[in-house]
């Protein structure tokens, strides 16, 4: 339904550093949203201020102190709109269905909510490997940035929790670097969180953020002993940050094939957020890791169950990050649900082939005459179903077609 009524007036905050490249490809993209542009520039030495320059935004310097909160709380201070979008330069607005109608919408919010999220989908080599909702438009003056990395916002008016926005949606780009731009965003990031916990041992985020970078390198022995610290803050302070950790500590456990570990953090996982996406990924791959085959059906169907609930509605991954949104972990779920089905197919077709020996022959072959129709269609040509091969059955076969496909340690 389209919307009708006044149009609020947006201010676009961004803090830059030598983004000349990225800028070529975000900037166009905020044209339509930005009433104004604000861009605060904590250094750059290429044409970074040019290029914002030439898209007319105000530009403010201020030399990079090594807080990201401390300079995206200077370029909100110099916000004049009714709301704020807070942008990145390795980020790209993808508009859904038209600015007007976001406008109109955010001017019909009621007066105690402050802040909206958007969906923002990371892209790494063309694809996307990981969702979630991230809060980015606020009433001006209602917000404030906590954290010298991995900044987040804090609501000082009004009510905390966010609305889904549905008009527009953000690609993030910031880990599709080449390999040396990779390993500096990686010291500076490292830097930063390792100072955190050293002035604060709770600092349960911190701990949390280095281990997501360690697990990205493949760094699983120090992934490890965060996770451990991670867990003694948590309890300590009994306070959680993101309900990822456990999927992450999942799979670092899994890679280092500690298996009484991999149990734990899953258990615990589920129990917190049993319709969890990555979670019931998580339980399939663990259940084909052991050969439970009627775990790998459970995770598998819950899977399809979420993915689909997920699909429909942004708001069912919470502001979690979700790796599993994608067509890949859908179809490794359908694959192994198939193969443990057709699996347990077989058992109950062997049961009903010593049953139907001793069954009434002209039910008997009826039944094995339908049978045969069926598996024909898909291919499945196992002549002992042949009613007029009645007695020999499929049980001396040392192996039918079933068995032959069924693979559960792929």
């Known amino acids: 339904m389209e919307l009708t009524g006044p149009e609020v007036s947006v201010s676009v905050c961004m803090m830059v550093k030598n983004e000349e490249s990225n800028l070529q490809r975000s900037l166009p993209s905020i044209a339509e949203l930005a009433d104004e542009l604000i861009v605060v520039d904590t250094g750059s030495t290429d044409k970074s201020v040019e290029i914002c320059e030439q898209h007319n935004a105000k530009v403010y310097h201020h030399p990079w102190e090594d807080n990201f909160s401390k300079h995206r709380n200077q ?28 406008k ?4 019909k919010l009621a007066g105690e909510c402050s802040s909206s999220a958007v969906v923002l989908h990371d892209i790494q080599k063309n694809k996307q490997v990981m969702k979630f909702n991230s809060v980015r438009f606020f009433r001006r003056g209602t917000v404030e940035y906590r954290d ?12 905390a929790k966010a609305v889904i926005c549905p008009y527009v ?16 965003k990686r010291k500076r990031t490292e830097s930063l969180l390792l100072k955190r916990v050293e002035n604060d041992v709770d600092d349960v985020a911190a701990y949390f953020y280095l281990i997501q970078m360690y697990t990205a390198y493949e760094e699983y022995a120090t992934a490890i002993k965060y996770i451990d610290e991670y867990e003694q803050a948590v309890t300590r302070s009994d306070v959680e940050f993101n309900g990822s950790i456990f999927c992450t500590a999942f799979s670092v456990f899994r890679k280092v094939d500690d298996k009484k570990n991999t149990e734990k953090w899953l258990l615990k996982g589920l129990k917190k957020f049993p319709k969890d996406l990555d979670l019931l990924l998580n339980l399939t791959e663990y259940s084909v890791w052991q050969k439970k085959l009627n775990l790998v ?55 009903l082939d010593k049953t139907l020996k001793v069954a009434d022959k002209q039910y008997s072959n009826g039944m094995r005459n ?14 002992k179903w042949n009613p007029k091969k009645i007695d020999s059955g499929i049980s001396n076969v040392p192996q039918t077609q079933f068995k032959k496909v069924v693979n559960l340690s792929r």
């Open 75 to 102: 370029s909100i201070s110099y916000a004049t709109s009714d709301w704020v979008f807070i942008f990145d330069a390795d980020e790209e607005l993808l508009i859904k269905d038209s600015i007007e109608q976001l």
């Open 104 to 107: 109109i919408w955010l001017g």
């Open 148 to 159: 010298t990395v991995h900044n987040h916002p804090v609501i000082l008016k009004g009510e």
């Open 169 to 184: 949606e953000l690609n993030h780009y910031g880990y599709d670097l080449p390999k040396d731009k990779a390993l500096l």
């Open 297 to 351: 059906v459970d995770g598998a169907k819950g899977f399809l169950e979420a993915y689909e609930e997920f699909s429909n509605s942004p708001l069912a991954g919470g502001n979690r990050f979700t790796y599993s949104a994608v067509p890949e972990a859908k179809a490794y779920c359908l694959f192994h649900l198939s193969l443990a089905l057709f699996q347990q197919s077989d058992g109950y077709l062997t049961m």
């Open 370 to 383: 339908d049978l045969r129709t069926v598996l024909d269609r898909f291919g499945w040509n196992n002549k």
